[in-house]
Antibody
Framework: EVQLLESGGGLVKPGGSLRLSCAAS????????MNWVRQVPGKGLEWVSS????????YYADSVKGRFTISRDNAQNSLFLQVSNLRAEDTAIFYC??????????????WGQGTLVTVSS | EIVLTQSPATVSLSPGDRVTLSCGAS???????LAWYQQKPGLGPRLLIYDASTRATGTPDRFSGWGTGTDFTLTIDGVEPEDFAVYYCQQYGSSPPITFGPGTKVEIK
C-alpha cells in the first residue's frame, strides 16, 4: 500500500524557516517524480514544486521560487521541502504527492495527509 | 499559465441523482492532460480521472470524464452517500506549473 507521511510543519514567525519531510513507503520511491502541493485550510489547491525521480531536475511555482527548495534522498525514501523567508500567505497545509508518470505532463496519483505550516508573529 | 474555472461552485443533490460538473480552461490543454480529484474533509485529494477520461485504479464506474481542448466534464451517474465532497480539476499539459480549478462542492440536499 502506497503511503506518504508528511512531518515538520508548525508555527513559525514571518521570515522564519522550516524543513518539511515526507516518508514514502509501499512503492519504489526512486522510480517516481514527486510534488509538494499546498492548500490554505478551507480553500483550493496550489502546486508548489516538483522533482524528478533522480533529483536532477526541480521546478517551482513563481510564488515560492528563491524561497523554497525541494530535494530527495532515494536511499531513505524521503522527500523534503526547505521553506525559508516565510510570509503570512504561506500559511497552508502542505501535501507530499506522487506523480503518476514523470515530473511533466503527469497527474498526481497519491497524496499524503498533509502537514500544517502556520506563519504568524 | 493556464487558468481553470469550475461550475457550479456548489451543487445540492440527493443520493441517486446524476450530476455533471464542468471545468473550463483559459487555453487549450495539451493532449487533454486534465485530471479530476475528490477531496473529503481532513484528507488529501484522491485521483478519480486522468487524461480527461481514464478512470484511476479503484474509481467506481459511476464516475466518468469527458472533454477536449478547453471544456471538460465529470459526471457522477447515481450519487452515493460517500460521493459528497469537493471536486477539483487540474491541468498538467502545460506544466510546470500544474494548475487547479477552484473546486465544486457536492453537498447533500
Amino acid at each position: 500500500e502506497v503511503q506518504l507521511l508528511e512531518s515538520g510543519g508548525g508555527l513559525v514567525k514571518p521570515g522564519g524557516s522550516l524543513r518539511l519531510s515526507c516518508a514514502a513507503s509501499g512503492f519504489i520511491f526512486s522510480r517516481y517524480s514527486m510534488n509538494w502541493v499546498r492548500q490554505v485550510p478551507g480553500k483550493g489547491l496550489e502546486w508548489v514544486s516538483s522533482i524528478t525521480s533522480s533529483g536532477t531536475d526541480t521546478y517551482y511555482a513563481d510564488s515560492v521560487k528563491g524561497r523554497f527548495t525541494i530535494s530527495r534522498d532515494n536511499a531513505q525514501n524521503s522527500l523534503f521541502l526547505q521553506v525559508s523567508n516565510l510570509r503570512a500567505e504561506d500559511t497552508a497545509i502542505f501535501y507530499c504527492a506522487r506523480a503518476l508518470r514523470g515530473a511533466k505532463g503527469s497527474p498526481i496519483d497519491f497524496w499524503g495527509q498533509g502537514t500544517l505550516v502556520t506563519v504568524s508573529s | 499559465e493556464i487558468v481553470l474555472t469550475q461550475s457550479p461552485a456548489t451543487v445540492s443533490l440527493s443520493p441517486g441523482d446524476r450530476v455533471t460538473l464542468s471545468c473550463g480552461a483559459s487555453q487549450s490543454i495539451t493532449s487533454n492532460f486534465l485530471a479530476w480529484y475528490q477531496q473529503k474533509p481532513g484528507l488529501g485529494p484522491r485521483l478519480l480521472i486522468y487524461d480527461a477520461s481514464t478512470r484511476a485504479t479503484g474509481t467506481p464506474d459511476r464516475f466518468s470524464g469527458w472533454g477536449t481542448g478547453t471544456d471538460f466534464t465529470l459526471t457522477i451517474d447515481g450519487v452515493e452517500p460517500e460521493d459528497f465532497a469537493v471536486y477539483y480539476c487540474q491541468q498538467y499539459g502545460s506544466s510546470p506549473p500544474i494548475t487547479f480549478g477552484p473546486g465544486t462542492k457536492v453537498e447533500i440536499k
